[in-house]
């Protein structure tokens, strides 16, 4: 006889649903790591763009400053002749230095429109900084004399999206202060 072996069963399987908890969770890994990327991405923009503001202004300050001491340069050397009316802006009062306190550059009044002693750069003579700053407020200087024989030249450059207050305060976009001395001892010439 043979011996009586019992009838095969298939052996029960456990399923314990694994699949699922461990796909949600790889989904909000992936979707947190693209939200990550997308926030660093869009921060890199508002970086990248804060940038490219500040440095229109910067060359807008640079070509105004390179304006203003031609300018100095021509009143010294050739009474005014090449630019008889920003010449005839330029402060009459000497300074002690640049932060004597009758220096005009600190005060708001004197960046405002109709100041007397404001030079405006005209258009022509910012052509050559960036296609972007075209549409931006015309950057401004002032020329003042120093009792020292040097001449002291404050410029003020904004970029393509400055807004201005009446006083003359920025109120949104970007605007850069530079400053020169000319000196008589480096030839102008």
């Known amino acids: 006889m043979r011996p009586h072996n019992p009838p095969c069963r298939p052996v029960p399987c456990r399923q314990t649903g694994a699949v699922l908890p461990v796909s949600l969770m790889l989904l909000l890994i ?21 940038l490219r503001v500040r440095e229109i202004a910067q060359q807008q300050a640079q070509a105004v400053l390179r304006y203003c001491e031609r300018v100095a340069i021509d009143a010294i050397d050739n009474a005014g002749r090449l630019f008889p009316g920003d010449a005839a802006r330029i402060s009459p009062a000497s300074l002690n230095g640049a932060d004597d306190v009758g220096a005009l550059w600190p005060v708001r009044q004197n960046w405002t429109d109709g100041s007397a002693r404001r030079i405006t750069v005209p258009q022509a003579h910012t052509a050559e900084v960036r296609v972007e700053s075209r549409g931006a407020p015309a950057p401004q200087c002032l020329v003042e004399p120093m009792n020292s024989g040097e001449v002291l030249i404050t ?5 393509a999206d400055a807004t201005l207050n009446n006083a003359s305060e920025l109120q949104s976009g970007s605007e850069v202060w530079l400053q020169s001395v000319l000196s008589r001892a480096i030839p102008t010439r």
């Open 30 to 50: 992936i979707s947190m790591s693209t939200l990550m990327s997308v926030r660093r991405t869009a921060a890199t923009e508002v970086t990248g763009h804060n």
């Open 155 to 159: 410029a003020r450059g904004l970029s």
